[in-house]
């Protein structure tokens, strides 16, 4: 299902990624020996999980212009088609973002709205 421009399932995978992030930024646990605690539900602490997708989108984009300085500079290490579909991703992944921050206000908008 299409919402506001862009298909369900890529905000849905979007979130999938912010959690995985959530999960890798999660300590790791105790190798000594420690009886594993069971949690009921896994806490995720959004702050973390935002920065950690913001930080992945940020990389996309110096790696992408990186390698396009390289290429105009004539390093022949770096082919065209390389910085293109580095180009490409981060575009992607920006406007991936972009769409989840729009969400996001939408939804913090609605809440204010809503009469007590």
Do not use: C, W
């Amino acid at each position: 299902m299409k919402v506001g421009g862009i298909d369900s399932t890529a905000i849905d995978a979007m979130v999938a990624q912010l959690k995985a992030a959530a999960a890798r930024s999660q300590p790791a646990a105790n190798l000594m020996g420690a009886a594993p605690v069971e949690k009921s539900a896994t806490k995720v602490d959004f702050s973390q999980a935002l920065k950690a997708s913001l930080d992945n989108v940020a990389s996309a984009q110096n790696h992408a212009d990186k390698l396009g300085q390289k290429f105009t500079m004539g390093d022949d290490s770096v082919n065209l088609s390389d910085v293109m579909i580095s180009m490409q991703k981060a575009s992607i992944s920006f406007q991936a973002t972009v769409q989840v921050r729009n969400k996001l206000v939408s939804a913090y908008q609605e809440m204010m709205n809503m009469q007590v």
